[in-house]
Nanobody
């Protein structure tokens, strides 16, 4: 059973914007903090941003002020609005529960930022 489906990635120029969407199953979404992660070639997967069920947010310093995470509890959806994109943001982006409640990873969505 597919529990996480990411979409919205693509190719964008430096300074451009993308909005990523994540459709999560109820078992993952309900009662969990949710996060966006990314993995660039040759690097480990890292947490980019997270959001609590009540809407509290955390951002990695490198994206703070440029990215905004949000969630729609009625739709089991998590979003990541990415502005002022940089080539260093190029990676496969994944959503999942935050902290210790991570489940099987989805396929992710590729974000490529050209110079």
């Amino acid at each position: 059973q597919v529990q996480l489906v990411e979409s919205g990635g693509g190719l964008v120029q430096t300074g451009g914007s993308l909005r990523l969407s994540c459709a999560a199953s109820t078992t993952i979404f309900s009662g969990n903090d949710m996060g966006w992660y990314r993995q660039a070639p040759g690097l480990q997967r890292e947490l980019v941003a997270s959001i609590t069920s009540g809407g509290g947010t955390y951002y990695q310093r490198s994206v703070e002020g440029r990215f905004t995470i949000s969630r729609d509890n009625a739709k089991n959806m998590v979003y990541l609005q990415m502005n002022s994109l940089k080539p260093e943001d190029t990676a496969v982006y994944y959503c999942n529960a935050a902290d210790t409640y991570i489940v099987d990873w989805g396929r992710g969505t590729q974000v490529t930022v050209s110079s």
